[in-house]
């Protein structure tokens, strides 16, 4: 998550901020649900997250909201990555 590698950076190793590896996280992926600033599409490691429906944290349309793990605000619900 971007506050991790903010973190790291302020430990002393500028270069892992989120602002300085996210460009070669956009490059090494292709995102095949999210698109924008925050994720890579024609990289080698292809990213996908299966459709699936659970009983918690609907956002009140009956829908349940992905969870975007390159965003700054961590809100929704989470799956796990599946990585071909």
Known sequence: MPADFDEWA???ND???????LPSHRKLE???DFGGDLHGK?????IER????C???ENGDGEHP???????SQAGRSNSLSMN
Do not use: T, Y
Not at 15 to 21: A, D
Not at 66 to 72: I, T
């Open 10 to 12: 302020a430990l002393g």
């Open 15 to 21: 270069q892992w901020s989120f602002e300085k590896v």
């Open 30 to 32: 292709h995102d095949a």
């Open 42 to 46: 024609g990289g080698p490691i292809w």
């Open 50 to 53: 299966p459709e699936r429906k």
């Open 55 to 57: 009983c918690n944290f």
């Open 66 to 72: 992905e969870r975007n793990w390159a965003a700054r």
